[in-house]
């Protein structure tokens, strides 16, 4: 399934976190302990037991912002978004200060408008926006920020404030400020595929897949493979589109949507037995990935007439 990139992942955050605490708990457990506790179940996407264990630490040691923002992350994992923005703005009133709150909170705004209602969705998209506008007052030097005000101006529409010459400034700036980190390189790749430099966008991927060394660049670029996959597949280029697509799923090999993104490659290039065995992978990994369970049954009704 094609996915606009307006969200970071929460993978990124978790370990933004995890690296750049702005501050420490004064109370027991010690920021260290539950750091060790919870990073693996978050990796690990055991959202449900971080989540259990941070609301005990909560109940006894109440008024912590990083376990607000803990507990934020935890439900953003579970697709509680609300609840997540409910927690880390518990966070951003006992402390706020801390960019890393007023990013995730405003990837938040973004999901929870593309999850919800869309009479509501310019007025939580407006939010989000100006909580990374808010991320760059607070830190001029922010790469994530700019990378997430691309994605927002870029894609949104005139009425929301979207602009291309706006996202090309947000790109020139990530330039200046840091060209090698990993996020001005995923905005270069982004560039070229609008720019249907198709070639160079894919050579120039696989060179900093090449580059990277955490799981959180890969995370990222696997979403850069989905967005060419889908550019070569409106190009007609199905070859093409599916070794994107086969390196989007070796990047995140439990993510259902990679899957899927190859199962529509399939049915768009009419190989409906191959498109079948990635949607029901992805079924496989998620039984309740919508997306799949449709074109599955678009698939069948095809196959009985």
Same mark, same amino acid.
């Given at each position: 399934?094609?996915?606009?990139?307006?969200?970071?992942?929460?993978?990124?955050?978790?370990?933004?976190?995890?690296?750049?605490?702005?501050?420490?708990?004064?109370?027991?457990?010690?920021?260290?302990?539950?750091?060790?506790?919870?990073?693996? /179940?978050?990796?690990?996407?055991?959202?449900?037991?971080?989540?259990?264990?941070?609301?005990?630490?909560?109940?006894?040691?109440?008024?912590?912002?990083?376990?607000?923002?803990?507990?934020?992350?935890?439900? &953003?994992?579970? !697709?509680?978004?609300?609840?997540?923005?409910?927690?880390?703005? +518990?966070?951003?009133?006992?402390?706020?200060?801390?960019?890393?709150?007023?990013?995730?909170?405003?990837?938040?705004?973004?999901?929870?408008?593309?999850?919800?209602?869309?009479?509501?969705?310019?007025?939580?998209?407006?939010?989000?926006?100006?909580?990374?506008?808010?991320?760059?007052?607070? +830190?001029?030097?922010?790469?994530?920020?700019?990378?997430?005000?691309?994605?927002?101006?870029?894609?949104?529409?005139?009425?929301?404030?979207? &602009?291309?010459?706006?996202?090309?400034?947000?790109?020139?700036?990530?330039?200046?400020?840091?060209?090698?980190?990993?996020?001005?390189?995923?905005?270069?790749?982004?560039?070229?595929? !609008?720019?249907?430099?198709?070639?160079?966008?894919?050579? !120039?991927?696989?060179?900093?897949?090449?580059?990277?060394?955490?799981?959180?660049?890969?995370?990222?670029?696997?979403? &850069?493979?989905?967005?060419?996959?889908?550019?070569? /597949?409106?190009?007609?280029?199905?070859?093409?589109?599916?070794?994107?697509?086969?390196?989007?799923?070796?990047?995140?090999?439990?993510?259902?949507?990679?899957?899927?993104?190859?199962?529509?490659?399939?049915?768009?290039?009419?190989?409906?037995?191959?498109?079948?065995?990635?949607?029901? !992978?992805?079924?496989?990994?998620?039984?309740?990935?919508?997306?799949?369970?449709?074109?599955?049954?678009?698939? +069948?009704?095809?196959?009985? +007439?």
């Amino acid at each position: 399934m094609k996915r606009y990139i307006l969200i970071l992942t929460s993978l990124f955050l978790i370990l933004a976190f995890v690296a750049n605490t702005d501050t420490c708990a004064t109370e027991k457990p010690t920021r260290e302990e539950v750091e060790n506790h919870i990073r693996p /179940l978050f990796e690990n996407n055991e959202f449900d037991e971080a989540l259990d264990y941070l609301i005990d630490i909560d109940s006894r040691f109440p008024g912590n912002s990083d376990i607000q923002y803990m507990i934020g992350i935890a439900h &953003s994992g579970l !697709k509680n978004f609300d609840k997540a923005i409910e927690h880390i703005e +518990n966070a951003i009133s006992i402390q706020d200060t801390s960019a890393n709150y007023h990013m995730m909170l405003g990837n938040m705004y973004f999901a929870q408008a593309m999850q919800g209602s869309k009479l509501k969705i310019f007025g939580r998209m407006k939010r989000g926006r100006e909580e990374f506008e808010r991320v760059l007052e607070m +830190n001029p030097s922010d790469i994530p920020a700019r990378y997430s005000l691309m994605q927002y101006y870029s894609q949104a529409p005139g009425i929301m404030g979207g &602009s291309q010459e706006k996202a090309d400034k947000m790109f020139s700036e990530m330039q200046e400020v840091n060209p090698e980190h990993f996020l001005t390189r995923a905005a270069t790749v982004q560039k070229l595929v !609008k720019d249907k430099k198709l070639d160079q966008a894919e050579t !120039k991927l696989n060179e900093y897949v090449q580059l990277s060394a955490t799981r959180r660049d890969t995370t990222v670029f696997a979403q &850069s493979y989905n967005m060419l996959g889908y550019a070569y /597949l409106n190009a007609n280029e199905c070859d093409k589109a599916v070794t994107s697509f086969r390196s989007y799923i070796h990047l995140t090999p439990g993510d259902p949507n990679a899957y899927d993104s190859m199962g529509e490659a399939f049915y768009k290039c009419d190989q409906p037995d191959s498109a079948t065995i990635y949607f029901k !992978k992805a079924l496989e990994i998620n039984p309740d990935f919508n997306h799949a369970k449709e074109m599955l049954e678009k698939l +069948n009704t095809k196959q009985a +007439n």
